[in-house]
């Protein structure tokens, strides 16, 4: 059995809905794990608190972890945290687990301090840990779309209503895009076959445009809408890399296999989002 924190997310409800016999919900207030294995999802979720809440991802990204943390000094425990590719910044493409990471952005900033926290504290009590970087997941379900976060599906939701959209650099910026279902698979996969102590890239592992995204949705909707091209604003050059996509060697060591492609995802996504 695996003690799950943030369950809530878009996500965590997801993995839990596809692994429901293996999983124990921790309650939101409830730092003290259930049993020996821990899978944490608990994180803000973009890097724009800077503007309205300067605290919150230090108070939910690290404060949170280490109360966590403070009930697991024991050998026996395994603590699979969650993380970003927002913590590599800017780096070398593909990146790869080993890269050096320079974060930018008070989000991308804490979940890398949080990987470096928890290895540490795994070290001083002989804890087993994994990190598990995800990329940018899609899928249906994230009740928190927006142009800040899942940006994607908040322009899907503008095709399906014939609306203007704007995209980036003229749609050039690329991404590393992988369905929801196949992220948790992954994760499920790392879990059940992963080495401790390691860590693990959670993508695709094939670059793709974002122009190319909306083009692909634009053409399942038979949308009307127009598309407009504008530069990025400088706050987002300054806390986002213009381009990433992942190094997923060790994922498929494993023996995992994506198996929704893009376009397919992107038609589930087409067909039921609001």
Known sequence: MIS????????????????????????????????????????????????????????????????????????????????????????????????????????????????????SFCKTYGVKYRILRLCNVYGVGDKKISKKKNAIQYMINLLKNNEEVSLYDNGEPIRDLMYIDDVCEAINLVLEKGDHNQIYNIGSGIPVNIGKVIDIAKNILKSKSKIKYIDAPDFHKIVQSKDFWMDTSKLKSLGFEQKISLPDGLQILCDVVK
């Open 4 to 119: 799950v924190y943030g369950s809530s997310g878009f996500v965590g409800t997801r993995f839990c809905d596809l692994h429901p016999n293996f999983i124990v919900r921790q309650d939101r207030e409830e730092r003290k794990p259930k049993t020996k294995e821990i899978l944490y999802f608990i994180s803000t979720v973009d890097n724009y608190n800077v503007h309205s809440n300067i605290t919150l991802d230090v108070e939910t990204n690290l404060k949170v972890l280490c109360e966590v943390l403070d009930f697991c000094r024991d050998p026996n425990i395994i603590f699979n945290f969650v993380s970003s590719w927002f913590v590599y910044g800017e780096t070398q493409l593909p990146a790869k687990e080993e890269y050096y990471c320079k974060p930018t952005g008070f989000y991308s900033i804490t979940k890398k301090t949080a990987e470096d926290l928890l290895i």
